[in-house]
């Protein structure tokens, strides 16, 4: 058990590594960056490998820790990130760990885990929009969300699944 969840740790440091550098790839164009949502993938592997307690814990901490070390994103779009990734890390992985572990069920816990964590985004930025007094539109979320998020969303669904039981295959989480 304690072998577990010291290689469960690790593995969560490395998705932590590669949910600050990923975003650097497509830093330099932000709108690449928004549509390929770089930094969703490591919090959804996470989740998957190692428990939906990791994945809560790396998707809470990994926007907040991207924004002190580099400003950003900014802290207005990484509180509500935060409890985004947190969702989709927490959802993503209670499912899957409940479930037989196939591909079948990594795409059936990913597409939940994503729909799971827009409501959740839309409910923290609500939130967080009219405690600061900016409002918030429903339609500006929906065009975020979703629509502007499409290769993203495409890119989770032919990524994340495969290589979830491919490195569950040789690392034996």
């Known amino acids: 058990m304690i072998h577990e969840n010291i290689r469960k740790i690790c ?3 490395v998705f932590l590594a590669l949910g600050l550098v990923l975003p650097f790839l497509t830093g330099q164009i932000p709108e690449i960056g928004n549509l390929l949502l770089p930094m969703h993938l490591p919090i959804l592997l996470c989740g998957l490998l190692c ?5 809560l814990l790396l998707g809470l901490i990994c926007p907040l ?9 900014p802290l207005n779009s990484a509180i509500p990130m935060a409890f985004e990734l947190a969702a989709y890390g927490f959802i993503i ?9 196939g591909i079948k ?12 964590g827009r409501v ?3 409910l923290a930025q609500i939130l967080f929009y009219n405690i600061n007094g900016s409002g918030f539109s429903f339609t500006v979320f929906l065009a975020g969300a979703f629509s502007q998020a499409i290769p993203g969303i495409i890119l989770q669904l032919a990524i994340v699944p495969f290589l979830a039981i491919l490195l569950k295959r040789y690392i034996h989480v």
Request: aromatic fraction near 12%; hydrophobic fraction near 55%.
């Open 51 to 55: 428990d939906p307690k990791f994945g």
């Open 11 to 13: 593995l969560s440091a």
């Open 93 to 101: 992985g209670f499912i899957f760990k409940n479930s037989k572990q």
């Open 65 to 73: 820790l991207r924004h002190l070390l580099f400003q950003m994103p």
């Open 120 to 122: 959740v985004l839309a």
């Open 105 to 116: 069920d990594a795409y059936i816990a990913l597409i939940i885990a994503m729909l799971g």
